[in-house]
């Protein structure tokens, strides 16, 4: 499985022929390796500890939930005490986080999910610039490799074009 990063055009309207074409985005991350370049991300726009704090809450909740459907034969189950807690652990580092988006551009990029996320030109236009600059911090791939600075400035180049073309959306799938 992988994460990909697409161009969608939302309002259709009369397009010439040579404007149809929208720019591909090659830099994809494996599943497994996406929550790494995030977490990088984090740390590198200073919330490290708070996306540590939410990531360590999530992981204990889903731990937590999977271990009652398990015990229940795969079936749902209604969540005990201590996965509210944990729950409630989540959110509260989630809201945190979330506190930081007028001061931190990356982080609806950070909390956008990674099996399906879309984000307007008007995010674009705040995300982009700042991945494009912590992005240009890190140590460029050997040659023929396409490594996490790379990626990370292909998916900023996408974020600037949808910031300048409102009817087109930057998304996420996996």
């Not at 979330?98 to 099996?115: H, I, K, N, Q």
Request: proline share 5%; aromatic share 10%; charged share 30%.
């Amino acid at each position: 499985m992988a994460v990909i990063f697409y161009l969608r055009r939302m309002r259709r309207k009369r397009i010439p022929d040579n404007m149809d074409n929208l720019p591909k985005i090659n830099g994809h991350f494996a599943f497994t390796e996406y929550p790494r370049f995030i977490r990088r991300l984090a740390d590198d726009s200073g919330l490290g500890s708070l996306w540590e704090e939410y990531r360590e809450a999530s992981r204990g909740y889903s731990e937590k939930i999977w271990d009652m459907v398990q015990a229940n034969n795969g079936s749902a189950v209604e969540p005990d005490q201590k996965a509210k807690v944990l729950l409630y652990k989540m959110l509260r580092a989630r809201r945190t986080i979330e506190r930081r988006m007028d001061e931190e551009p990356l982080v609806e990029f950070l909390l956008a999910r990674s099996d399906e996320h879309q984000f307007t030109s008007r995010s674009c236009a705040r995300i982009g610039p700042r991945l494009r600059a912590i992005g240009e911090q890190w140590e460029p791939a050997q040659e023929g490799w396409n490594g996490w600075r790379e990626r990370a400035l292909e998916i900023a180049d996408a974020m600037e074009f949808v910031a300048d073309h409102p009817d087109v959306v930057f998304g996420i799938s996996g």
